[in-house]
């Protein structure tokens, strides 16, 4: 039983070496698509002043459904390029990585929709506040988790959102007008900005591997 174990084991690591270009070639319009849609939901939150934490779960669940479908097909369509199985052995392994923040971010977000209610006035926008900068340290978590079996490049992505999440937690929340979008801010900033500027260097860095 523990050899079989160890086989396939290793015919996972086996794989996921040989694959790795593969798979990041595939990253790259992932990276783009989720980065296009997390912009451009963040400046549809500001233009229709999504501020309260259960319009804000809605909105942002709405947006990760549709950033998720979006990545399916993409890397699906990268596997038949290749002609290779989409939901094999490395593949799982990744998706068992990523799945313990990203759940812990689902039930934390669950909790908050069923049992806020603020407490004084103000509170609304507090709580939604509260609310991008664990899913943006749960995400860095599951992204430094997969990176074990991908790119090195992952775990630095992974990084940057954890360290960028707990430090918005140690400044503590703004003052001042814009206060109210700041949420918004903080998802287009981290899901927008950052997986564009990833995107946009795992294409150009792709290209230049292929001219020489």
Sequence with gaps: METNWAA????????????SAVYRRALAPVMTFNGAV???AALAGWAFKVRSPQPFILFWACVGALAVAGSFLLVRR??????????????RRVTQAMLPPLVAGAI?????????EPIYSGADVLGTIWLPQSWVVLYGCGFHAAG??????????GWAFILGGCGLFAAGIPDGPLRP?????????FFGALH????????FTEQRKNEM
């Design 78 to 91: 990268q596997a038949l390029r290749e002609s290779e199985p989409f939901w094999s052995p490395p593949t």
């Design 196 to 203: 564009l500027a990833y995107g946009v260097y795992l294409y």
């Design 148 to 157: 074990f079996f991908m790119p090195r490049g992952m775990r630095i992505f």
């Design 181 to 189: 979008y700041y949420a918004h801010g903080i998802m287009g900033f």
């Design 8 to 19: 396939e084991h290793l015919q996972v690591i086996r794989t996921l070496m040989e694959r």
């Design 108 to 116: 934390i977000s669950t909790v908050v929709w069923l049992h806020w």
């Design 38 to 40: 997390g912009g451009a």
